[in-house]
């Protein structure tokens, strides 16, 4: 019986990784794998590197130990969205013989062919997150040159601005006003 974990991740604490955990545990239970471990790194984004994700860095060090045969992953960008940190997490996991399968790509690292495919979806994943980021960043500078505050609204309201200018002619400090 193949010894497998479970890789999976989110990017805020809003989300949940149990639809991760559910799918790739069906698939593995039709294989006939063995789940050792499931690692679970949440709210944390994928273009963090393994030492800001203590979930990917705990199975780095458990495939160090044999703990598994395979990494079961559901789908390319939970694992990463840095080509350099896929690509370097992939070469160390091959280094060890330990596959990769990505569920929603249906990419098996085992394989030559999966192994390319792997790069190129790697590549297109970097890409997606560089473009979402210049969309925000373009978005962002359209709103400040209208004019608009960027940020939270103030609960600052007229009479706190009056109260706060009146406590400083009187010579009170900053914190002392703003206790």
Known sequence: MKKVCLYVRVSTNKQTVENQIRELTEYSNRCGYEIVEIYKDEGISGSKGRDERPSLDKMMKDGVRRKFDM??????????????????TMNELQQLKVDIFFLQQGIDTSTSTGRLVFGIFSCISEMERT??????????ERVKKQGKKLGRPTKMNEGMKNGVLLLREKGMGIKQISK
Not at 71 to 88: E, F, N, P, T, Y
Not at 133 to 139: K, L
Request: net charge positive; proline share 0%; hydrophobic share 45%.
């Open 131 to 140: 473009v979402i980021r210049e969309r925000v960043i373009c978005g962002l």
């Open 71 to 88: 990494v079961l992953c559901w789908s390319v960008d939970r694992l990463g969205r840095s080509v350099s940190h896929l690509v370097q």
